[in-house]
Every structure is written in structure tokens, then in C-alpha cells.
């Protein structure tokens, strides 16, 4: 099993920036590639980033030139930092970790939420 706990989440204004994080724990040697997803009301979940264990990472095009997402294997831990934000990212981050137990696993946090005021 693989917990996941998402932290860094606020109130913002537009414009300003945020740095989520995301800590792994359980059996985090399993991981592999890991992701961070979002989620406003009446929409659906969105990926915004993912990053695998190597480093290599890929971005939505909406968020590319505002948002990168890091990772440190040592710590186990997994962030977004978010630069110029809108009104329009107010949603719930989530950090999404792919793991192998016996096949391919997905774990999920709970979410943090980011609000972003105009």
C-alpha cells in the first residue's frame, strides 16, 4: 500500500504563486510514475502534470508555461509549483502515484484545495 498526503493549498490572489506538495509513504519503493491532477466543481479531473522516477516529465498545454512539477526520491516526496495563477485554477489538487503490487496500482490522495480570487 502507498499513502499519499497533499499539503500547500491557500486562498491566493490572481497572479501570485503556490507550492503544493505531495508525501509518499507505505511501500513508496514501488513507485513509479506519479502525476498531479486537479478537480473544480462540476468538472472533471484533469491532469495537469506527471513525473516518473527517472525525472522525465510532461505537461498539460493549459498549465505548461505556468506550473512544473519536481520530485525527490530521497524524500519521497512529490511538489507543484504554481506561478501566475487564475481564478480559473480554484480546484482540488490531487497527486496521483502509479505503483506495481503484484500489477499496476493507482493510489490517490485527498486532495488540497487551492482558491485563487480575482
Known amino acids: 500500500q502507498v499513502q499519499l498526503v497533499e499539503s500547500g493549498g491557500g486562498l491566493v490572489q490572481a497572479g501570485e504563486s503556490l507550492r503544493l506538495s505531495c508525501a509518499a509513504s507505505?511501500?513508496?519503493?514501488?513507485?513509479?510514475?506519479m502525476g498531479w491532477y486537479r478537480q473544480a466543481p462540476g468538472l472533471r479531473r484533469e491532469l495537469l502534470a506527471t513525473?516518473?522516477?527517472?525525472?522525465?516529465?510532461n505537461y498539460a498545454a493549459y498549465v505548461k508555461d505556468r506550473f512544473t512539477i519536481s520530485r525527490d526520491n530521497d524524500k519521497n516526496a512529490m511538489y507543484l509549483q504554481m506561478m501566475s495563477l487564475k481564478p480559473e485554477d480554484t480546484a482540488v489538487y490531487y497527486c496521483?502515484?502509479?505503483?506495481?503490487?503484484?500489477?499496476?496500482?493507482?493510489?490517490w490522495g485527498q486532495g488540497t484545495q487551492v482558491t485563487v480570487s480575482s
Open positions: 496521483k502515484a502509479d505503483a506495481f503490487n503484484e500489477g499496476w496500482v493507482e493510489y
Open positions: 507505505g511501500y513508496v519503493g514501488s513507485i513509479n510514475a
Open positions: 513525473i516518473t522516477s527517472g525525472g522525465s516529465t
